[in-house]
């Protein structure tokens, strides 16, 4: 079963416009909810992450948007340019020292960024 | 420089091979982490391991094992038993605590021939 929830599998967007990746989970728990940021062949890397306490967070371009009680947050790349054309994972984590301690990753969005 | 390393980047294996996969870590990390890369599918979690001489089965273990005989290493073995082998293998490791940032290697590609 897919602890986290991500869509669209694939975007495309001018140079300039919004970014917009979606993912929802089911389990409370889960109390970290980091993006990584993928090129091809190359490991994922942390992006951005928030924690359940606040409803937004910004860095420069990317913003996370989190919404507790419908458990669901957004990534949005404002701006957007073709240097951000990548495959991006959202992810939730939950206490560590429980099973819920691992990343659950979603499937992948692979953004176009057209200049 | 700190850093998590898989070795080798490209791996080629016959059918009925084992062969394992490397991955050192100097960051001084707990936990370790594998994982498997499909296109569509994301990262689905084989193994990982929270501390030295433990670890346990991820989502996917079916086919694979892995060792934790010292914290900077967790080798991840591929064998005979798993059906579809090929495809784009990533470890990670984390510090430790729930809301750490998991750091990821730069990936290895298995090819069965």
């Known amino acids: 079963q897919q602890q986290v929830k991500q869509s669209p599998q694939s975007l495309i967007v001018q140079k300039g416009g919004i970014s917009i990746i979606n993912c929802a989970y089911e389990?409370?728990?889960?109390?970290?909810f980091p993006w990584y940021q993928q090129f091809p062949g190359k490991g994922p890397a942390l992006l951005i992450a928030?924690?359940?306490?606040?409803s937004e967070k910004k860095e420069g371009r990317f913003t996370i948007s989190f919404n507790k009680s419908a458990k669901q947050f957004s990534l949005h790349i404002m701006d957007s340019q073709p240097g951000d054309s990548a495959t991006y994972f959202c992810?939730?984590?939950?206490?560590?020292?429980?099973?819920?301690?691992?990343?659950?990753f979603g499937r992948g969005t692979q953004l176009t960024v057209w200049p | 420089d700190g850093g998590i390393t898989q070795s080798p980047k490209y791996l080629f294996r016959k059918e009925g091979q084992n062969v394992t996969l490397s991955c050192e870590q100097n960051?001084?990390?707990?936990?370790m982490y594998w994982y498997r890369q499909d296109p569509g599918q994301g990262l689905r979690l084989i193994y990982y391991?929270?501390?030295?001489?433990?670890?346990q089965k991820g989502d996917i273990a079916e086919g694979y094992s892995v060792s934790r005989e010292k914290k900077e290493s967790f080798p991840l073995t591929v064998t005979s038993a798993q059906k579809n082998p090929t495809a784009f293998y990533l470890c990670a490791s984390q510090k430790g605590g729930g809301n750490t940032e998991a750091f990821f290697g730069q990936g290895t590609r298995l090819t069965v021939v």
């Open positions: 928030i924690r359940p306490d606040v």
């Open positions: 992810a939730a984590r939950g206490d560590r020292g429980s099973t819920l301690g691992r990343l659950y």
């Open positions: 960051l001084n990390h707990d936990a």
């Open positions: 389990n409370t728990a889960f109390d970290y």
């Open positions: 391991s929270q501390i030295v001489n433990d670890f």
